[in-house]
């Protein structure tokens, strides 16, 4: 790691530190996750190898974080690490919305700047490249993603959660994805599920986005269910055909659909059109990410930009 200069640390997770650097011979800003390999004979981990393997796929795209280089070192004192070399990038939307909510700015000033269109087109296009290469991201989430204020791009990172639903795997986890923007099949412990968990992670972040505060805030599994039932209405068989056969089924109080309107009130009804067949209970009518991209919302957007 001689090559690089490290500046400060930017992020520390489950998986590792992610510090801010500089290539010394060059120049370029780089971000360096770096994951520690506790044993020998551990090797490295499966969400590690998984990112990398995927990000060796997918980081062409222009829409999601590219990885450029991975080291393996080891230290004086014998500990092993895997250092991941990203492109630098200044920002997460997490941060962004936040400081979008302090200036108070109006709505009709962020539709000037197509911010919200523009966004949600940019991870609909990173998305549908994911699923289209046969990749399930897993972990979309605000914190996910980072914006690149300058250029105004999106990228999608941290695909440490990521699968390939190409490969021949059994039932895959539940554990997966921040519990705000879970999706209510794996909420409710569906065998089986596919790319339309993504859609749903989008659909929360689109919501979001629009009224800047998260949509579903539970605290626990069973919480962050009742408040989608609350929003959404009790799924019943006609809604969602086998939802009451789920494993995590039970006995729940039986509230009526609510107006997704009132919830997003400065989003145009196009935009709330698109979120509701984002947030459609059963995943099978659940709107693809390249269907997204050709819907009507977007209409007045400049792809060609993109």
């Known amino acids: 790691m001689d090559d690089y200069e490290i500046f400060d640390t930017i992020g520390n997770g489950t998986y590792g530190k992610v510090y801010k650097a500089k290539v010394k011979n060059t120049g370029q800003i780089v971000a360096i996750k770096k994951a520690k390999l506790e044993?020998?004979?551990?090797?490295?981990?499966?969400?590690?190898?998984?990112?990398?393997?995927?990000?060796?796929?997918?980081?062409?795209?222009?829409?999601?974080?590219?990885?450029?280089?991975?080291?393996?070192?080891?230290?004086?004192?014998?500990?092993l690490f895997v250092c991941l070399i990203f492109e630098y990038v200044d920002c997460d939307l997490r941060d962004y919305i936040d400081k979008l909510s302090k200036t108070k700015m109006p709505q009709m000033l962020i539709k000037v700047f197509i911010v919200l269109q523009s966004f949600m087109y940019q991870?609909?296009?990173?998305?549908?490249?994911?699923?289209?290469?046969?990749?399930?991201?897993?972990?979309?989430?605000?914190?996910?993603?980072?914006?690149?204020?300058?250029?105004?791009?999106?990228?999608?990172?941290?695909?440490?959660?990521?699968?390939s639903f190409f490969l021949p795997v059994g039932a895959l986890t539940h554990n997966v994805m921040t519990l705000w923007y879970r999706a209510p099949e794996v909420l409710l412990g569906v065998v089986q599920?596919?790319?339309?968990?993504?859609?749903?992670?989008?659909?929360?972040?689109?919501?979001?986005?629009?009224?800047?505060?998260?949509?579903?805030?539970?605290?626990?599994?069973?919480?962050?269910?009742?408040?989608?039932?609350?929003?959404?209405?009790?799924?019943?068989?006609?809604?969602?055909?086998?939802?009451?056969?789920?494993?995590?089924?039970?006995?729940?109080?039986?509230?009526?659909?609510?107006?997704?309107?009132?919830?997003?009130?400065?989003?145009?009804?196009?935009?709330?059109?698109?979120?509701?067949?984002?947030?459609?209970?059963?995943?099978?009518k659940r709107i693809s990410a390249k269907e997204a991209m050709q819907h009507p919302y977007f209409d007045d957007l400049d792809k060609s930009q993109y």
Not at 123 to 128: A, D, H, I, N, Q
Request: a neutral charge; glycine letters at 8%; one cysteine or more.
């Open 39 to 79: 044993r020998d004979e551990d090797g490295i981990a499966a969400t590690t190898l998984r990112e990398i393997s995927l990000l060796r796929m997918l980081s062409q795209n222009l829409n999601i974080v590219r990885l450029l280089d991975v080291k393996h070192l080891k230290c004086n004192d014998g500990r």
């Open 193 to 284: 599920y596919s790319i339309p968990v993504d859609i749903w992670s989008l659909g929360c972040i689109f919501a979001e986005m629009s009224r800047m505060t998260p949509l579903f805030r539970g605290d626990s599994e069973i919480g962050q269910l009742l408040c989608i039932f609350r929003q959404l209405g009790t799924p019943t068989e006609d809604m969602w055909p086998g939802v009451s056969k789920s494993r995590n089924w039970h006995s729940y109080p039986e509230w009526k659909p609510q107006k997704l309107s009132l919830v997003v009130p400065d989003m145009e009804p196009s935009g709330v059109d698109l979120l509701s067949n984002m947030l459609d209970y059963d995943p099978a």
């Open 123 to 163: 991870l609909f296009k990173g998305v549908s490249y994911c699923h289209g290469h046969g990749v399930i991201h897993r972990d979309l989430k605000p914190q996910n993603i980072l914006v690149d204020k300058t250029r105004g791009l999106l990228k999608l990172a941290d695909f440490g959660l990521g699968r």
